[in-house]
């Protein structure tokens, strides 16, 4: 019996001893949870206006806001803030319309087409100076198109001048679209301008003026082509080729066996077709076409 009663008061006193650490747990919540409150107060007091704050604001008098406006638009410098729109001159309008190529504005384009066409060689000075770079691809397009009209497969002499006098001084770049211009025209008259860079420093330059012997085709052109094929090399000579491709009477075919062993295989190609084409027979030629080469295996 007294052992019993004493095991029940080692339980009670168990129990009750967990409430107390349950207590003072629920206790610690209870000071967090209060502290929290209270930070949180404080913070939205922090944020309320204070008597400085909703002190009445003096106002500015109208007159000396606008003085203040003038002094900081003088103190600022326009160029950052204030777009300027360039001064377009009539010219300016015709080519930005004929160039557009909307066809809703069909009648204008055409309207300011002709009227370009109608100012012959003051259109052709302002495309030269105006009209060559910073130009979309459909404007430069355009100007190419306005030339060959005026050219008029060479009835009218003055666009292959003009161009003739406007490539001394022109950058690379510009002399490469103005050689590009050139072969575009559809009047042999140009191909001694192109003969004049074919030696030129710039590749690209050397590539249009090559690109001008291949549309107007003569006799003349095929020791220029053949000269130069064997200091030159990949999309360059490929250029020589072209336009050695296009020339009639090739007969010193044999000069271009060499180039049957080019590292690129469209300048190959394009050997084969020309001495094939040049000699007549094929069968006659195998004994100097090397086999295809392999394709290496890495």
């Not at 610690?28 to 944020?47: D, E, F, H, R, S």
């Not at 292959?160 to 042999?188: F, N, T, V, W, Y």
């Not at 074919?198 to 249009?208: F, G, M, P, Y």
């Not at 044999?254 to 690129?264: G, I, M, S």
């Amino acid at each position: 019996m007294v052992s019993a009663w004493t095991d029940s008061a080692t339980a009670r006193a168990a129990i009750y001893a967990a409430l107390r650490g349950a207590m003072s747990a629920i206790a610690a919540i209870a000071a967090i949870a209060a502290i929290a409150a209270i930070a949180a107060t404080a913070a939205c007091v922090a944020l309320l206006p204070t008597e400085a704050d909703s002190a009445p604001v003096r106002s500015v008098p109208k007159r000396a806001t606008i003085k203040a406006a003038d002094a900081a638009k003088v103190a600022m410098p326009d160029t950052v803030f204030r777009y300027i729109p360039p001064k377009l001159t009539h010219q300016d309008s015709l080519f930005i319309v004929a160039a557009s190529g909307e066809p809703r504005f069909q009648a204008l384009r055409t309207a300011a087409e002709k009227e370009l066409q109608a100012g012959d060689t003051a259109t052709l000075d302002y495309l030269l100076s105006h009209r060559l770079s910073d130009q979309t691809p459909r404007q430069r397009h355009f100007v190419e198109t306005v030339f060959k009209l005026m050219s008029d497969s060479g009835k009218n002499p003055a666009p292959i001048r003009k161009l003739a006098l406007a490539m001394p001084a022109a950058a690379d770049s510009i002399r490469a679209q103005l050689l590009h211009i050139g072969s575009e025209l559809g009047d042999s008259a140009f191909r001694p301008v192109a003969y004049v860079y074919l030696r030129d420093d710039s590749i690209e330059v050397r590539k249009n003026a090559l690109r001008s012997l291949g549309c107007y085709p003569a006799s003349a052109n095929i020791p220029l082509l053949l000269d130069g094929m064997d200091s030159v090399r990949d999309l360059e000579r490929q250029a020589r080729l072209w336009a050695l491709e296009k020339q009639t009477g090739l007969k010193d075919w044999r000069r271009l066996l060499p180039v049957l062993e080019d590292a690129n295989l469209y300048n190959r190609q394009l050997a084969r077709r020309i001495i094939a084409k040049a000699a007549g027979d094929w069968a006659l030629l195998e004994v100097y076409i090397p086999p295809e080469r392999e394709p290496e295996t890495q």
